[in-house]
């Protein structure tokens, strides 16, 4: 609804290479351009695209691409 605030987190395409978890194929993963594409009429958009250890377990422990979107519609 109008004012209401989106945040995600997830991995980009890169991560596969990784192999430090999230899902095993690039087509599962975000970009910034799907993102946009998804989001891009809301009010406020704005993607982050980073890379960071993380150290969330067994399924995600080291070096990973990620990517933040913060929306406002």
């Given at each position: 609804?109008?004012?209401?605030?989106?945040?995600?987190?997830?991995?980009?395409?890169?991560?596969?290479?990784?192999?430090?978890?999230?899902?095993?194929?690039a087509e599962n993963m975000y970009t910034a351009s799907l993102l946009?594409?998804?989001?891009?009429?809301?009010?406020?958009?704005?993607?982050?695209?980073?890379?960071?250890?993380?150290?969330?377990?067994?399924?995600?422990?080291?070096?990973?691409?990620?990517?933040?979107?913060?929306?406002?519609?």
């Open positions: 609804k109008p004012g209401g605030l989106l945040l995600l987190e997830g991995y980009t395409p890169t991560q596969v290479a990784y192999g430090t978890g999230g899902p095993p194929a946009e594409a998804a989001f891009g009429g809301f009010e406020r958009l704005e993607i982050d695209i980073y890379e960071e250890a993380l150290d969330e377990g067994t399924g995600h422990d080291g070096r990973s691409a990620l990517i933040d979107l913060v929306a406002i519609k």
